[in-house]
């Protein structure tokens, strides 16, 4: 069974920092887009950041850039989402996503969850303040 793993979350301060972690199993990240959303209570998944295995190529949510940064491990084994600057707005479910084999994701479609294949359980992120 393919699926993503996500961990990491946790309750944190405002201001403070978190890392969460992306890894497959069943299958390896070579040629997907994967990204990270997230849904707070009551509204709908919103894309957070995505990025390519190919090329690199980053996309991030306006409410996140500067503060979020997305990356892979050097073996490509895992993405990993390192959040500072955690505010109580960023508190909410966190999923990872990736898309199907060589799917691509632009500027304007990376956010739309109908691009993305396969998702992980999600792993709660939690800001007070």
């Known amino acids: 069974e393919v699926q993503l793993v996500e961990s990491g979350g946790g309750l944190v301060q405002a201001g403070g920092s978190l890392r969460l972690s992306c890894s497959p199993s069943g299958f390896s990240f070579d040629d997907y887009y994967i990204g990270w959303f997230r849904q707070a209570p009551g509204k709908e998944r919103e894309g957070v950041s995505v990025i390519s295995d190919f090329d690199g190529t980053t996309y991030y949510a306006d409410s996140v850039k500067g503060r979020f940064t997305i990356s892979f491990d050097n073996a490509k084994t895992t993405v990993y989402l390192q959040m500072n600057s955690l505010k109580p707005e960023d508190t909410a479910v966190y999923y990872c996503?990736?898309?199907?084999?060589?799917?691509?994701?632009?500027?304007?479609?990376?956010?739309?969850?109908?691009?993305?294949?396969?998702w992980g359980q999600g792993t709660q992120v939690t800001v007070s303040s």
């Open positions: 996503a990736s898309t199907g084999v060589g799917g691509t994701v632009v500027e304007d479609t990376w956010t739309d969850v109908d691009e993305y294949d396969c």
